[in-house]
């Protein structure tokens, strides 16, 4: 079994997130190949991890990683706001969240999330749901589109791209992710086509976070979240792009001054090592953000 993705931040996470119980329990809200999921198995004998994915490809990777460790990992298919709420109050030590899309799926899942790619437009975690990117980018009215590149990816071309678009699936349906690619670098003007990122990457994003609805299901699952995690146990959150990040801040921000039942222990996010962002480049746009949720009146800030 081949293993492509690296966890980010591994050693901060295993620094922040430790067991509040003798028998710990952790939920690894986006498991993917497992790669988090090891670091805290082999270093805490007596831990038990809830490993949710939606995708049913990777989560079979990530079983048969953990075979020989029994009923310690226990795979749970669905997405992570809806298996949040099924899960009882005060029952987790620790929350992880990597909002991150693995290597595996732009590497080996062959559904059209790499725009570097000659494959079928896809997208899909959930394959058995019916929305996929071929039909938003074939389907969606123009200026729909041209709304979602713009909200979902901050592209400023987003309506050039979705004009050009427009114009290529009247004459033949756009159904591989190369041929999207090429359009959109059509539709820019030369010096941002060769810019120091792909010119498709912001409308990939928009389209992938369309098709999972990634957006609409952190906020929710951060409020289950806080609900299942123990008293002094903690929640940490990795995001990639500005549109989670801000998110995530606000709800915690927010929380603590409503509730106050949460204390922040990331006043600004942390970032990558410079070692690590060289040997594993996905970690460079890295964020974490850490949160505790307060016990009695005479709760202190273990860290």
């Known amino acids: 079994m081949e293993i492509v993705h690296t966890p980010v931040m591994k050693n901060e996470i295993l620094s922040y997130l430790v067991p509040v119980s003798e028998n710990p329990v952790m939920i690894d809200c986006t498991t993917g190949e497992g790669g988090h ?41 669905g997405w992570f706001d809806d298996e ?3 899960m009882e109050s005060s029952s987790a030590d620790m929350i992880l969240f990597d909002l991150g899309i693995s290597i595996f799926h732009y590497a080996q899942s062959k559904r059209g999330f790499s ?6 437009l896809d997208m899909r975690l959930d394959e058995n749901q019916k ?15 041209a709304d979602l590149i713009y909200q979902y990816a901050e592209e400023r071309y987003s309506r050039r791209i979705a004009h050009r678009i427009a114009e290529e699936r009247s004459r033949e349906r756009i159904e591989s992710a190369a041929r999207l690619a090429d359009i959109i670098s059509s539709a820019v003007p ?3 086509r060769h810019g120091h990122i792909h010119p498709a990457t912001r ?8 098709v999972n609805k990634e957006l609409d299901r952190i906020t929710p699952a951060l ?17 990639f792009h500005s549109l989670e ?14 509730k106050g039942d949460i204390a922040i222990l990331t006043k600004h996010p942390l970032t990558a090592s410079q070692e690590e962002c060289s040997s594993n480049p996905p970690s460079r746009s890295a964020k974490l953000r850490i949160i505790e949720r307060k016990g009695d009146a005479n709760y202190e800030n273990r860290k």
Do not use: C, M
């Open 115 to 120: 725009f570097r790619a000659d494959e079928k």
């Open 223 to 239: 409020e289950e979240a806080v609900r299942v995690v123990k008293a002094h146990g903690r929640i940490a959150v990795i995001t």
């Open 190 to 192: 030369p010096q941002y």
């Open 84 to 86: 949040l709420k099924k």
């Open 37 to 77: 999921t090891q670091a805290f198995l082999d270093k805490y004998p007596f831990l038990t991890v809830f490993g949710f994915d939606r995708d049913s490809s990777i989560q079979a990777k990530a079983v048969e990683r953990f075979r020989s460790y029994g009923n310690r990992f226990v795979p749970v298919n």
């Open 131 to 145: 929305l996929d990117a071929a039909t938003i980018v074939n389907e969606y009215r123009e200026e729909e589109l």
């Open 245 to 258: 990040d801000r998110q995530v801040k606000w709800f915690f921000k927010k929380r603590a001054a409503d």
């Open 203 to 210: 409308t990939f994003q928009a389209l992938r976070i369309e």
